[in-house]
Antibody
Framework: EVQLLESGGGLVQPGGSLRLSCAAS????????MNWVRQAPGKGLEWVSA????????NYADSVRGRFTISRDNSKNTLYLQMNSLRAEDTAVYYC????????????????WGQGTLVIVSS | DIQMTQSPSSLSASVGDRVTITCQAS??????LSWYQQKPGSAPKLLIY???NLETGVASRFSGSGSGTDFTFTISSLQPEDTARYYC?????????FGPGTKVDIK
């Protein structure tokens, strides 16, 4: 059974930084592209970032490009999201999500999700 | 970005009813569409991918159809545990984008 467990969320001031982690088990981690998807309180789902199975390719939503960095450590089966220059509009539950189909950044839809970690950006 | 719209935004139906949700893409996405169910306080769950393929372990009362720009999600016989918000998502082009969701509850 695939398990994804996020951590690292919390309260941070505007302009601050936070690093989220997602520990994976039950899969050959390097075989799958991994993603971060967020959900602002009471709102819908927004894809944030993706990374290929090898870690060699990444992509970002325009709303976070240049501020967030996705990375992975396949030796530790762990996905990361470094979030800098945080804004109030980044307040959300952040989910890590496994791409079902591929290790590459193509046809990204998500068959396993973590429970989410809440990030609150507020002074 | 490809914009996804869903209708209705919410619906209320009786147990056993057939429920249909539509999803429209702002451009042709072939069949690169998935459907998710999200219950309050929980992560989304993949139900359908490639517009009509049922994810392993998902109840057969859920189904999907369509291609191009117009898609349909159906619950053939609504059950109490189907109370949730349902999202469509396109993955034909970057960035992957979700519809705004449809809230389904029991009348």
């Amino acid at each position: 059974e695939v398990q994804l467990l996020e951590s690292g969320g919390g309260l941070v001031q505007p302009g601050g930084s936070l690093r989220l982690s997602c520990a994976a088990s039950g899969i050959i981690f390097s075989n799958y592209a991994m993603n971060w998807v967020r959900q602002a309180p009471g709102k819908g789902l927004e894809w944030v970032s993706a990374i290929s199975g090898s870690g060699g390719s990444t992509n970002y939503a325009d709303s976070v490009r240049g501020r967030f960095t996705i990375s992975r450590d396949n030796s530790k089966n762990t996905l990361y999201l470094q979030m800098n220059s945080l804004r109030a509009e980044d307040t959300a539950v952040y989910y890590c999500a496994k791409a079902k189909r591929s290790r590459f950044l193509e046809w990204l839809f998500f068959d396993s999700w973590g429970q989410g970690t809440l990030v609150i950006v507020s002074s | 970005d490809i914009q996804m719209t869903q209708s209705p935004s919410s619906l209320s139906a009786s147990v056993g009813d057939r429920v249909t949700i539509t999803c429209q893409a702002s451009q042709d996405i072939d069949n690169y569409l998935s459907w998710y169910q999200q219950k309050p306080g929980s992560a989304p769950k993949l139900l359908i991918y490639d517009a009509s393929n049922l994810e392993t372990g998902v109840a057969s009362r859920f189904s999907g159809s369509g291609s191009g720009t117009d898609f349909t999600f159906t619950i053939s016989s609504l059950q109490p545990e189907d109370t949730a918000r349902y999202y469509c998502q396109q993955y034909d082009e970057f960035p992957p984008t979700f519809g705004p969701g449809t809230k389904v509850d029991i009348k």
